[in-house]
């Protein structure tokens, strides 16, 4: 299916397009700037629309829906973190046709678009109607943890990671260890395949 893609992390972004891309999905363009988003959609015409939610300095649900005021026919999903109820509440009143949580992994996500293209409106993360999203150890990293974690899949060295982040190598060692931790994990393998379960890395 042809989509565009929006979030604001440009490495979770880079991550996820290949990711989309290895399993059969076109993605047209793809965006870390909420502003830019209309206009890709104008021009290439997509079949759905993948959004993050949560965009500093702007809004994904709000810009979901003037998606939605302007472009009818393209599908809507939004990939998200986000606890918040009022991103449940956008689904229900229609505003769009899926929701993802970003914790649910490349294969659902997947399965997901699929559905929604096939004209069904899916939920997939959420442990009820009314409920939000599961809480997993994703949620538990900062976005700081999230770009070690990202770079950890990808097999950098801790150098690398300093030079690449623009901190120290304490400073990185240290990320290292709380992402380690907060994962429940040992060694920096088991935190790499940990990205890859939780949709920050293809496999």
């Known amino acids: ?6 979030d604001d992390h440009e490495m979770f972004l880079r991550a996820l397009v290949e990711a989309l891309d290895a399993v059969g999905h076109r993605v047209l363009a793809s965006t870390a700037d909420p502003e830019e988003l209309p206009v890709l959609v104008a021009r290439h015409r997509p079949r759905l629309v993948l959004l993050d939610v949560s965009i500093p300095g702007s ?5 979901a829906h003037r998606l939605r005021d302007r472009h009818a026919g393209t599908a809507i999903v939004l990939l998200t973190g986000n606890t918040e109820e009022r991103v449940r509440q956008a689904y229900d009143a229609g505003g769009v046709d899926g929701l993802v949580s970003k914790a649910a992994g490349l294969r659902a996500l997947d399965t997901a678009l699929q559905r929604v293209l096939a004209g069904e409106r899916v939920v997939v993360g959420w442990t009820s109607h009314a409920g939000p999203p599961r809480r997993t150890a994703l949620d538990q990293l900062t976005d700081r943890e999230r770009q070690v974690l990202m770079l ?9 990671m300093a030079e690449r982040l623009g901190v120290s190598v ?4 240290s990320h290292v260890r709380n ?7 040992h060694h920096r393998g088991k935190a790499a395949h940990a990205a890859v379960e939780l949709g920050l890395a293809a496999g």
Do not use: F, H
């Not at 304490?170 to 060692?173: A, D, F, I």
């Open 1 to 6: 299916m042809s989509l565009v893609v929006c």
């Open 179 to 185: 992402v380690l931790q907060k994962l429940g994990v």
């Open 59 to 63: 809004d994904g649900i709000e810009l």
């Open 170 to 173: 304490n400073t990185v060692r």
């Open 152 to 160: 950890l899949a990808d097999g950098a060295s801790t150098a690398a």
